[in-house]
């Protein structure tokens, strides 16, 4: 049951980051040439609803559907790994022109290139698997 419920979540978010144009290369482009505000439109506004509702549900002690408990704990404050990571992942974004998330709603969309970018990402994060305990954290 709860696989069902995860897989129409996904399915009717990739739905609308495809429609809102989230997922687009043109509009992915156009963010990083600062031509355009749909992206930061976006990104901004997801930040500001994300902040709102996990603050909620920390002070509020909210559950699940499914009835358990809540428990989001606190991150380190250090500064190197987050700057470091984040240049990573914005280059990674830029070269690509999809983060993550729009890479299944793309592979989903028929556009079959992007396969090409999910198997390096994965490849990567299985590289990060196994040299992680070498990694400075």
Sequence with gaps: MKSI???ITGTFLGIVLYKSEAA??????EMFQFDSFHMYGIIGSALAVGVVLVQLIKRSKTKSFFGEAINIPNKEKTFTRYLLGGILFGLGWALAGACPGPMYIL???G???ILIV???ATVGAFLYGVL???LPH
Excluded: C, E, H, Q
């Design 5 to 7: 419920i995860y897989i």
């Design 24 to 29: 687009s290369w043109f509009r992915i482009y």
């Design 107 to 109: 592979t989903g969309a």
């Design 111 to 113: 556009y079959w290139p």
């Design 118 to 120: 999910l198997f390096g």
């Design 132 to 134: 992680r305990s070498k």
